[in-house]
């Protein structure tokens, strides 16, 4: 019965070349440290999943965003869990991602064949570092706040270009509303889809490559 | 790079898929494991140490120090140790723009800089040691994130310190290790991994030395009311000392008394419906902010020179909501004091000192109008004052007693006088509280609960109570 099943679904839907190409390839021999990169894709899976949880009751509007954080503590079954996880693996994907970006650094994977898994890999850095400083703001408190105040400041010291790049982070030449609506939409929107898509093609290239052995005296 | 480098690499590539695993189930096995494990350490994460409560936001509180996500820690300090330095620290943009920009350009181009085929580390000690003193660097500049550069006496020692462990160092070794390899050329690998070694030791050693000359100075962390409860008990306590003054301890007082300048002033109850049905809660935040300086009520927002925050403000509006307005149903708070048992001696730290603090403290603080009756510790209660002793162990007799009692005391040289008034002037406290104070004077004031049990006479023997003398010993 199972069996049918399978086949069916087998041939609409090519469930065995899948595994063949995606599953069944040979990889050269293992390390724990090549397992920082899925755990960097099991942490962006798990944000995505809690964050869109606090979508449920977060606000982004001045007047009430610090309220519903609080009710989503207080209020909401297990909201202090999920608020809990997506504050602590925020920390934790930047430390993940770092110290995968270490370990490519250090045994050299970044050379031929793979300089553009490299390339993309630094802008997943930079969107993750995007998604850390945008999400802060969101909570609506004073440190968030104050924060927020002062990086943006630091974003508009760019010579030139810098009070537009102010305004454009701000909605304006202070903190408001606006800039919480920007943020928050820059953080569930805009810097997902593209580390989505960053991190699609990034698997891609893996795929493509193959792991790079690590590295012994031959190399 | 040349086809047939490429080709050796590609050959070398094959060799090792030959004797290596497969994907699956080999490697994703590996994976699931350290995703299962962070899964684990997020949710003990998430339990044991939860997310810090943070006040409101408040605009007008330019003495907040702002605090970024603590991995852009490390380049709030480069900033700060980069700003000191004279002339060029001037130049804002070179360290907020210039050198972060330089670092990542480097960083994404390094396939194309390091453009030797050599993956082994053996043989690509540049690039490892440096990257090697960059991490120790930027760890040790986020632990060093808290230390001022410049101490309260104004020594700049521990900013030249900084600078010296978190830049200079860091600096000189890298431009070392790069003189090694292209201008002195036939350094030993053994050389260049021992600067790279030093200068990291050399850095961290120093941040060590920082840390424990120059303590971080203890920020006031004040707890953030998150529930109901506790918001309702914060905005009690702070209405207790700001406003009691005025408008009575449960805002019934229409005619202020005992309050300098306004004397005698008829004011609104406001804790009647007039008030609080007229004044919605952005309303009453205003008021209390901004006051009404015209008829004497002192502004109290930070905003507008006064003492208190957007979240303390928010509390104290919540506060007079759940008690006072009838269509907020108040939940159940705690009692002001734990219930005295029957022979129990009240302490100073459990019972007297939330009772000052709610019926007392406003006006008997520094900078009121009140005898220089300062009202704020235990020795001050004892000590200060025009009459002072106010309190006196044993004595039913006690000036603060006495008033608190309902008697005024007459002043000594004309009968006919007041000297003080009735305590607190503005209405009086149930004889459940005065008792208290009688209990607590009658017993020798002791100040912390341990001092009161010893006093404490328990009426059932071997109830824990390490034998008074008054007890009679149970046959
Ligand atoms: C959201 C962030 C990221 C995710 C989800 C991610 C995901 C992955 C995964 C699943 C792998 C294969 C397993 C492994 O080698 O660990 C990988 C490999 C790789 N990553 Fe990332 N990565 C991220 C960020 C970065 C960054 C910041 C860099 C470097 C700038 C980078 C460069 C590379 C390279 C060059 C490889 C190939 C390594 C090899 O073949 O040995 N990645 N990444």
Request: proline fraction near 7%; charged fraction near 15%; charge should be negative.
């Given at each position: 019965?199972w069996?049918n099943?399978?086949?069916?679904?087998?041939?609409?839907l090519g469930l065995?070349?899948?595994?063949?190409?995606?599953?069944?390839?040979?990889?050269?021999?293992?390390?724990?440290?090549?397992t920082?990169?899925?755990?960097a894709?099991?942490?962006?899976?798990?944000?995505g999943v809690t964050?869109?949880?606090?979508?449920v009751?977060?606000?982004?509007?001045p007047d009430h965003?610090?309220?519903?954080?609080?009710?989503?503590?207080?209020?909401?079954?297990?909201?202090w869990?999920?608020?809990?996880i997506h504050?602590?693996?925020?920390?934790?994907?930047v430390?993940v991602?770092?110290?995968?970006?270490?370990r490519?650094?250090?045994?050299a994977s970044?050379?031929?064949p793979r300089?553009l898994?490299?390339?993309?890999?630094?802008?997943?850095?930079?969107v993750?570092?995007g998604?850390g400083?945008?999400?802060?703001?969101?909570p609506?408190?004073?440190?968030?706040?104050w924060a927020t105040?002062?990086?943006?400041?630091?974003?508009?010291s760019?010579p030139?270009?810098?009070?537009f790049i102010?305004?454009?982070?701000?909605?304006?030449?202070?903190?408001s509303?606006?800039t919480?609506q920007?943020?928050f939409s820059?953080?569930?929107?805009?810097?997902?889809?593209?580390?989505?898509g960053l991190?699609g093609?990034h698997?891609?290239?893996?795929?493509?490559h193959g792991?790079?052995?690590?590295?012994?005296?031959?190399? | 790079?040349?086809?047939e480098?490429k080709?050796?690499i590609?050959?070398?590539?094959?060799?090792?898929l030959?004797?290596g695993e497969?994907?699956?189930?080999?490697?994703?096995f590996?994976d699931?494991?350290v995703?299962?494990?962070?899964?684990?350490?997020?949710?003990m994460l998430?339990t044991?140490?939860?997310?810090?409560?943070q006040?409101?936001?408040?605009?007008s509180?330019?003495?907040?120090i702002?605090?970024p996500?603590?991995?852009?820690?490390?380049?709030?300090?480069?900033?700060?140790?980069?700003g000191?330095?004279?002339v060029?620290?001037?130049?804002?943009?070179l360290?907020?723009?210039a050198?972060?920009?330089?670092?990542?350009?480097?960083?994404?181009?390094?396939?194309f800089?390091?453009?030797?085929p050599n993956?082994?580390?053996?043989?690509r000690?540049?690039?490892?040691?440096?990257?090697?003193?960059?991490?120790?660097d930027?760890?040790?500049?986020t632990?060093?994130?808290?230390?001022?550069?410049v101490?309260?006496?104004?020594?700049?020692?521990?900013g030249?310190l900084?600078?010296?462990?978190?830049m200079?160092?860091?600096?000189?070794?890298?431009?070392?290790?790069?003189l090694?390899t292209?201008?002195?050329?036939?350094?030993s690998?053994?050389?260049?991994?021992?600067?790279?070694a030093i200068?990291?030791i050399?850095?961290?050693?120093?941040?060590?030395?920082?840390?424990?000359?120059?303590?971080?100075?203890?920020?006031?962390?004040?707890?953030?009311?998150?529930?109901?409860?506790?918001?309702?008990?914060?905005?009690?306590?702070?209405y207790s000392?700001?406003?009691?003054?005025?408008?009575g301890d449960?805002?019934?007082?229409?005619?202020?008394?005992g309050?300098?300048?306004l004397?005698?002033?008829?004011i609104?109850?406001?804790n009647?419906?007039d008030?609080?049905?007229?004044?919605?809660?952005?309303?009453?935040?205003?008021?209390?902010?901004?006051?009404?300086p015209?008829?004497g009520?002192?502004p109290?927002?930070k905003a507008?020179g006064g003492?208190?925050?957007?979240s303390?403000i928010?509390?104290?509006?919540?506060?007079?909501?759940?008690?006072?307005?009838?269509?907020?149903?108040a939940?159940?708070?705690?009692?002001?004091?734990?219930?005295?048992?029957a022979?129990e001696v009240?302490?100073?730290?459990?019972?007297?000192?939330?009772?000052?603090?709610?019926?007392?403290?406003?006006?008997?603080?520094?900078?009121?109008?009140?005898?220089?009756?300062?009202m704020?510790?235990?020795?001050?209660?004892?000590k200060t004052?025009?009459?002072?002793?106010?309190v006196?162990?044993?004595?039913?007799?006690?000036t603060l007693?006495?008033v608190?009692?309902?008697?005024?005391?007459?002043?000594?040289?004309?009968?006919?006088?007041t000297?003080?008034?009735a305590?607190p002037p503005n209405g009086?406290?149930?004889p459940?509280i005065i008792n208290?104070?009688?209990?607590?004077?009658m017993?020798?004031m002791?100040q912390?609960?341990?001092d009161a049990a010893?006093?404490?006479?328990t009426p059932t023997p071997?109830?824990g109570?390490t034998g008074?003398p008054?007890?009679?010993?149970?046959?």
């Amino acid at each position: 019965m199972w069996k049918n099943v399978y086949e069916w679904l087998d041939e609409r839907l090519g469930l065995n070349d899948l595994y063949k190409n995606l599953l069944d390839r040979p990889e050269p021999k293992g390390n724990w440290w090549n397992t920082l990169g899925s755990a960097a894709l099991f942490l962006f899976i798990l944000q995505g999943v809690t964050g869109i949880f606090l979508t449920v009751y977060y606000t982004p509007s001045p007047d009430h965003a610090y309220d519903s954080i609080n009710y989503i503590m207080n209020g909401v079954a297990f909201g202090w869990l999920i608020r809990g996880i997506h504050h602590w693996g925020a920390t934790l994907m930047v430390v993940v991602v770092f110290i995968h970006m270490l370990r490519v650094f250090v045994t050299a994977s970044f050379k031929y064949p793979r300089e553009l898994t490299w390339l993309i890999g630094i802008g997943l850095f930079l969107v993750t570092l995007g998604m850390g400083f945008t999400g802060y703001l969101l909570p609506w408190n004073q440190q968030s706040y104050w924060a927020t105040t002062v990086g943006t400041q630091i974003a508009g010291s760019v010579p030139f270009i810098g009070d537009f790049i102010l305004k454009v982070l701000r909605g304006g030449s202070d903190l408001s509303a606006l800039t919480l609506q920007r943020f928050f939409s820059a953080h569930i929107w805009m810097l997902p889809a593209a580390l989505a898509g960053l991190i699609g093609v990034h698997l891609y290239l893996i795929i493509k490559h193959g792991e790079s052995n690590f590295p012994s005296k031959e190399d | 790079m040349d086809n047939e480098t490429k080709q050796k690499i590609n050959k070398r590539y094959e060799r090792e898929l030959n004797r290596g695993e497969r994907f699956w189930p080999d490697s994703i096995f590996k994976d699931l494991i350290v995703s299962l494990g962070i899964f684990v350490l997020l949710i003990m994460l998430a339990t044991f140490i939860g997310v810090d409560a943070q006040p409101r936001v408040d605009p007008s509180d330019t003495t907040y120090i702002p605090r970024p996500e603590w991995y852009f820690l490390f380049l709030f300090k480069f900033l700060a140790i980069y700003g000191q330095i004279p002339v060029l620290g001037k130049i804002e943009w070179l360290a907020t723009v210039a050198v972060p920009g330089l670092v990542i350009l480097v960083l994404a181009l390094m396939p194309f800089i390091d453009r030797n085929p050599n993956r082994y580390y053996g043989k690509r000690v540049l690039p490892i040691s440096v990257m090697a003193i960059i991490v120790v660097d930027i760890v040790m500049l986020t632990i060093m994130a808290d230390v001022p550069t410049v101490t309260e006496n104004g020594s700049m020692l521990p900013g030249i310190l900084q600078a010296i462990a978190g830049m200079v160092i860091p600096l000189v070794a890298i431009i070392l290790l790069f003189l090694m390899t292209f201008v002195f050329r036939k350094t030993s690998t053994k050389t260049m991994i021992w600067t790279a070694a030093i200068s990291a030791i050399l850095t961290i050693g120093l941040t060590g030395g920082v840390l424990a000359w120059f303590p971080v100075p203890a920020t006031t962390e004040t707890a953030v009311a998150t529930t109901l409860v506790d918001q309702i008990s914060a905005g009690q306590d702070l209405y207790s000392v700001n406003c009691v003054e005025c408008h009575g301890d449960d805002g019934k007082v229409t005619k202020i008394e005992g309050v300098k300048g306004l004397e005698g002033k008829l004011i609104p109850a406001i804790n009647s419906t007039d008030v609080l049905y007229t004044l919605d809660d952005a309303t009453l935040a205003e008021v209390i902010a901004y006051g009404r300086p015209e008829a004497g009520m002192t502004p109290f927002g930070k905003a507008y020179g006064g003492q208190l925050s957007t979240s303390d403000i928010e509390n104290i509006v919540t506060f007079m909501r759940y008690t006072w307005d009838d269509r907020f149903e108040a939940p159940k708070l705690k009692p002001l004091y734990p219930p005295l048992a029957a022979g129990e001696v009240p302490s100073y730290d459990v019972h007297i000192a939330p009772i000052v603090k709610r019926y007392c403290l406003s006006c008997h603080q520094a900078g009121k109008q009140n005898n220089n009756y300062l009202m704020d510790t235990y020795d001050d209660i004892l000590k200060t004052g025009d009459q002072a002793p106010n309190v006196t162990a044993g004595d039913e007799n006690s000036t603060l007693l006495k008033v608190i009692e309902g008697t005024p005391i007459p002043d000594p040289k004309d009968p006919t006088q007041t000297l003080i008034r009735a305590m607190p002037p503005n209405g009086h406290m149930s004889p459940d509280i005065i008792n208290v104070f009688k209990l607590w004077i009658m017993n020798g004031m002791p100040q912390t609960a341990e001092d009161a049990a010893k006093l404490s006479v328990t009426p059932t023997p071997g109830a824990g109570s390490t034998g008074t003398p008054a007890t009679t010993p149970t046959p």
